[in-house]
């Protein structure tokens, strides 16, 4: 069965048939035993013994690993998963509060935050006026002003970006 395997935020393809293992294309023998009533797992890798300790995450395939005394934090997933998991990361939107934009074509009539400035999710940020009607534009989550891109008086497009949150 064919692993990939993360270390402290570094990749590794494992491979393991019976007592042998396959470390990024470098094959060794490789053998893990429980210490009976204990967490405690001895694993002999080629001629070096390790004392290690494994703690499952909150995720799958999600580890901490104390090995002879130091802490790693591992993941560990098969082939299968991993690429759905890159290819979910690569199409995953942005992290973090989305910015404010415009719903449709319009004038900024007033703002009512400042860069800098501390919001709640439902706040009031922009109104704009649009058909002849004003529209408040308000913050889908909580954080704070980083870039207003919009002045009062402006015309704007639809789907620019007024306000952007941090």
Do not use: C
Not at 113 to 125: E, F, I, L, P, R
């Amino acid at each position: 069965m064919k692993y990939i395997v993360t270390l402290n935020g570094v990749r590794h393809e494992v491979s393991l048939d019976g007592g042998t293992a396959t470390l990024d294309e470098q094959q060794v023998s490789a053998q893990a035993a429980d210490v009976a009533g204990t967490p405690l797992r001895v694993v002999t890798i080629g001629d070096e013994v390790h004392r290690v300790v494994v703690k499952r995450g909150k995720g799958r395939g999600i580890y901490s690993l104390w090995v002879d005394g130091y802490r790693f934090e591992a993941e560990a997933l098969d082939e299968r998963t991993r690429a759905i998991r890159d290819i979910s990361a690569a199409t995953a939107k942005p992290a973090g509060p989305a910015p404010v934009v415009a719903p449709m074509p319009g004038l900024i009539v007033r703002l009512n935050v400042a860069v800098g400035d501390t919001v709640a999710a439902g706040q009031g940020m922009v109104v704009m006026e649009a058909m002849k009607m004003e529209n408040e534009l308000r913050a889908t989550s909580a954080g704070r002003v980083r870039s207003i891109a919009v002045t009062v008086g402006m015309a704007v497009e639809k789907g620019m970006t007024l306000v952007e949150l941090e």
